[in-house]
């Protein structure tokens, strides 16, 4: 089915933007957030110990790791690009295809997936409970009978402090009319317009969380259809955010595309999809377009989340 943004859509979606701009508050450093900090860039919970959730999902690489595709803890090459982990705190839908709810369902996936971290629970909660300093920071928040759910869950509340900083473009909708360049504010019509890129790149973190068919599912991954098995979904897969996607390439589920220029060029010249039918409309945009949207795309750009504090806290409640 092909979908055109209409006047009516296009003003829904900038209300929507300016009513849900993202401020980064101060980092937690609550207890459970210190051990989840730990926990996170711990790798005791990989079977060989030489992985852990940060190596994937590192700071310096937007909260991915940069690769194509992701890598095990054995050096196998994982069937899909790492997306990040920074502002799903109220995500209805993780991974690709959507197939956990919580963060609380999807942190346990690469924990005990053989091919990423290679644990069980009940091995990750002996290791954990083996060492001193967790038995410490848990019986801190009275926790003396360290379960699975304790360590994933303070895992989460450590990912739901991952937010990102302000932007250019939330000052803009602010009233800082100075925020935007005269190219920025270029693409940003082509954005909300003819590029039509609002249709599913909405709200605060420029996502709608559901799932779309843009031609890249192939007949070894048809993304949403193998949750699902319902014949739209087939070729589909979750809108990713757009708030600070500068560091985190590649990009797609499948890390096909090295630049947003080539994601760009891509939409507009997409060729026909190899499963499923493509929502996608030929933009043919021509260079000039491109670069003015390339320009404005840079304003979804802010800070990444301050980690400065977490080793203190975490010194704090462990001790030596």
């Not at 860039?41 to 852990?52: E, G, Q, V």
């Not at 629970?121 to 009978?145: G, K, T, W």
């Not at 708030?243 to 026909?272: C, I, T």
């Not at 840079?298 to 001790?319: F, R």
Request: hydrophobic share 40%; proline share 7%; net charge negative.
């Amino acid at each position: 089915m092909r979908r055109w943004v209409t006047g009516g859509v296009i003003g829904g979606l900038l209300l929507v933007c300016a009513s849900t701009l993202a401020m980064a508050a101060a980092p937690s450093t609550s207890t459970q957030v210190a051990i989840g900090w730990k926990l996170f860039f711990d790798p005791l919970l990989s079977r060989p110990k030489n992985i852990s959730c940060a190596t994937c999902h590192d700071p310096a690489k937007g909260f991915g790791d940069g690769l194509r595709l992701g890598q095990g803890a054995y050096g196998h090459t994982l069937p899909r690009h790492t997306p990040s982990v920074v502002n799903l705190q109220n995500a209805p839908h993780l991974f690709w295809d959507g197939r956990m709810q919580s963060l609380e369902d999807q942190a346990i996936v690469p924990l005990t997936n053989p091919i990423e971290m290679d644990m069980t629970p009940a091995e990750i909660v002996s290791r954990v409970d083996s060492q001193p300093h967790y038995q410490r920071a848990f019986a801190a928040i009275d926790v003396n009978d360290i379960r699975i759910d304790h360590i994933v869950g303070a895992i989460v509340a450590f990912e739901r402090t991952l937010v990102t900083g302000p932007t250019p473009f939330d000052r803009w909708l602010q009233g800082d009319k100075k925020a935007l360049s005269a190219a920025q504010q270029r693409g940003r019509m082509i954005f909300f317009t003819r590029g039509q890129c609002a249709i599913c790149h909405i709200g605060n973190h420029f996502t709608d969380h559901a799932f779309h068919n843009i031609g890249t599912g192939t007949g070894h991954d048809l993304g949403r259809f193998a949750i699902t098995q319902q014949e739209e979904d087939r070729g589909s897969f979750k809108t990713p955010s757009l708030r600070n996607w500068k560091g985190r390439e590649p990009f797609m589920h499948d890390g096909r595309f090295a630049s947003m220029r080539d994601v760009l060029q891509y939409y507009s010249n997409p060729p026909e999809p190899e499963v499923g039918e493509s929502e996608l409309d030929p933009l043919e945009l021509d260079d000039d377009e491109i670069t003015d949207l390339l320009a404005f795309l840079e304003t979804l750009n802010g800070t990444w989340p301050d980690l400065s504090g977490y080793a203190t806290a975490w010194e704090k409640l462990a001790g030596p």
